[in-house]
């Protein structure tokens, strides 16, 4: 009975941990579209409600960081247990920093409110709307321990790359044709990168699952569409700027 009782016990720790990580995968989920809707709609009341659910996430992630530290130094575990648990640990950690980058963006949507509307800023809720589409489904991967599904995921975080290598070279030409929208592009700039990081993160996750689920790391070279450091935007001849 008491052999009985301990296995119990340990699989109500690992049915935690995995609790835990859903949960964090659904706020994150959450801020995320919610910081992109206060883009979308200049709402700073809104954005400001995820600057402050950033800290629910941090707590989230100290109690998973505490079980798992206990289900490693009592229960000694192996094999797909061991994975579990290291698993959970680095996924809480980009979860965390997904959480992270959409109070970012959220932070910057309420200074970029305060300036007049400018045109492309609608492409940041495109550019949005993908990277919220890996993290849902780098996370129902996890839930399924689908590791294709996690596969897909990695390799469509290129075209999140792409997209934000081409709104890049957008915002530069804005800022060079009227200095005026030199402070309103610059948060866009940021908030674009914070997105593209998001997807970074998400790739992160999609290759921990697949270490989960197959006990092998995933040895593809990481496909990257970010060509953004190689980008040089230069006046017209006519001196436009």
Not at 16 to 33: F, Y
Not at 53 to 74: M, P, T, W, Y
Not at 91 to 98: F, K, N
Request: hydrophobic letters at 45%; charged letters at 30%.
């Amino acid at each position: 009975m008491a052999a009985e009782h301990i296995i119990k016990s340990y699989d109500e720790e690992l049915a935690r941990l995995n609790k835990t990580i859903v949960e964090m995968g659904g706020l994150a989920e959450s801020q995320l579209a919610a910081a992109i809707e206060a883009v979308a709609k200049r709402d700073s009341e809104l954005a400001a409600r995820v600057v402050e659910g950033d800290a629910a996430v941090d707590e989230l992630q100290r109690e998973l960081d505490n079980l798992a530290i206990r289900l490693l130094a009592l229960r000694q575990p192996m094999a797909r247990d061991l994975r579990e648990i290291f698993a959970a640990l680095k996924i809480g950690a980009d979860l965390e920093r997904i959480c992270d980058y959409a109070a970012n963006v959220a932070k910057r949507s309420i200074a970029l409110a305060q300036t007049p509307p400018i045109q492309p800023v609608h492409a940041l809720p495109r550019m949005g709307a993908l990277a919220l589409a890996l993290v849902k489904d780098v996370i129902d991967a996890y839930v399924e321990r689908n590791a294709e599904k996690a596969l897909d995921v990695w390799r469509r975080d290129e075209e999140l790359d792409e997209m934000y290598s081409s709104l890049f070279r957008e915002f530069l030409t804005y800022m060079m044709e009227d200095p005026r929208n030199i402070g309103a592009c610059t948060h866009l700039l940021f908030m674009a990168k914070n997105i593209e990081r998001i997807g970074d993160h998400a790739t992160n996750i999609s290759e921990d699952l697949y270490y989960l689920v197959h006990g092998r790391a995933l040895t593809e070279a990481r496909p990257k569409g970010d060509k953004s450091s190689l980008e040089v935007v230069a006046p017209d001849r006519n001196g436009a700027r």
